[in-house]
């Protein structure tokens, strides 16, 4: 290259997020094929869930009553399965998601644990007026609106 010729420097982003990713893993000594991966049971698992709900029980009773009732199950490649009987159970869940996570690492001595979910469909019961009857069974079948008209029928 002569004197006057320019230099360009190209940015690549997929070089620089790996390179990051690389640095970050080094800082923390995340390096996942180094973490501790013991093997646990269910058992195990459900005697952590039923001490960290006792001692919810007695610091935020309100959160221990709808987490009470969810069911914690291990599946397989350490994975930890939980079933909400709702919505709200769930999401009170999720305020404390990072919080069990950590503990449950800890006391298992697993850092490659994760989490699954599911919450419960639950069915709802709906009273319907005569007339909301009818304008559902009209959207699902319109010439009901024309068999009314023609009988003069009150809905």
């Known amino acids: 290259m002569g004197a006057n010729a320019k230099s ?4 690549s982003i997929k070089e620089t997020l790996h ?7 080094e800082i923390t000594g995340l390096d996942s094929s180094e973490k501790s991966k013991d093997e646990f049971t269910e058992k195990e698992v459900k005697k952590f869930w039923d001490r960290y709900l ?3 029980k007695n610091l935020q009773p ?3 009553n709808v987490l ?4 914690c199950l291990v599946k397989e490649n ?3 399965f939980f079933e909400f009987p709702s919505n709200s159970a769930y999401d009170e869940f999720e305020s404390l998601r990072e919080d069990i996570f950590q503990k449950l690492k800890k006391y298992l001595n697993n850092y490659s644990i994760v989490f699954d979910y ?3 469909e639950t069915q709802k019961n709906i009273l319907l007026s005569p007339k ?5 069974m009209v959207k699902v079948n319109p010439i009901l609106e024309k068999l009314k008209n023609d009988f003069r029928l009150d809905i």
Do not use: C, P, R
């Not at 009470?68 to 069911?71: D, M």
């Open 8 to 11: 360009f420097s190209f940015l």
């Open 19 to 25: 390179s990051a990713s690389g640095d970050a893993e």
């Open 54 to 56: 006792e001692n919810l």
């Open 62 to 64: 309100v959160l221990y």
């Open 68 to 71: 009470n009732t969810t069911i």
């Open 78 to 80: 350490y994975t930890i």
């Open 118 to 120: 599911k919450i419960k």
């Open 132 to 136: 909301d009857k009818y304008e559902k």
